[in-house]
């Protein structure tokens, strides 16, 4: 297995764009994460799927953060408008269950609002 | 609400020293534990997990971790470092979700 795939490797966009990244899990992982990594924050979890649900999307900063799953093999993370201060490394993980097994990272995403 | 605390920033060591990265943790009910490792550029690369059983987990790369239920601690160990194991690492838990630490920089000098 290719692990799991997220495009693009890198993003910049102006502010008030719209900015789309993409992720694929490991085939039959049924469990997806969204995290962001900045240096002030550390990793924080947006937002996660069980079953192509969306669970807990308790970490997404606000309404300009969205995300869907619309099949098991794909999901997309959307800031609409974007911000400077969106600027980050954006990780997809996924994992078979969730709880008891590990989740296996992608290689991010960096966005750069300017 | 699961959280876990990585005390400290850095980590410094000589090669071939023993290393050891704190993590406490807590959540409700039994715990699910991880370590992750972060080269630079790079994603969150598993290592170990304690799910149950033995306090005494080993993992990738020579790691292990202890986990100590009364001190709600899972810190992770290495008998002899390496230049190559300088990273950044994570201690993760699970209750409803997978939350990570803050990461401790680890730096190994030869």
């Known amino acids: 297995d290719a692990g799991v795939i997220q495009s693009p490797r890198h993003e910049v966009t102006e502010m008030g764009q719209e900015v789309t990244l993409r992720c694929k899990p490991i085939s039959g992982h049924n469990s997806l994460f969204w995290y962001r990594q900045t240096m002030m924050r550390g990793l924080e979890l947006l937002i996660y799927?069980?079953?192509?649900?969306?669970?807990?999307d308790s970490g997404m900063p606000e309404d300009r953060f969205s995300a869907k799953m619309p099949n098991a093999s794909f999901s997309t993370l959307k800031i609409q408008p974007s911000e400077p201060r969106d600027s980050a490394v954006y990780f997809c993980?996924?994992?078979?269950?969730?709880?008891?097994?590990?989740?296996?990272f992608g290689q991010g995403t960096r966005l750069t609002v300017v | 609400a699961q959280s876990v605390a990585q005390p400290e920033d850095q980590v410094n060591v000589a090669e071939g020293n023993p290393l050891t990265v704190k993590c406490t943790y807590s959540v409700s009910g039994n715990p699910y534990l991880f370590w992750y490792v972060q080269y630079p550029n790079r994603g969150l690369q598993f290592l170990l997990k304690?799910?149950?059983?033995?306090?005494l987990v080993k993992g990738s790369y020579g790691f292990e971790a202890e986990f100590n239920k009364s001190q709600t601690s899972f810190h992770l160990k290495k008998p002899s470092a390496l230049v190559s194991d300088s990273a950044l690492y994570f201690c993760a838990v699970y209750g409803n979700k997978l939350v990570f630490g803050a990461g401790t920089i680890l730096r190994v000098k030869s």
């Open positions: 993980a996924s994992s078979s269950r969730g709880d008891n097994t590990e989740a296996f």
């Open positions: 799927f069980n079953n192509n649900v969306p669970i807990d």
């Open positions: 304690y799910i149950t059983g033995d306090n």
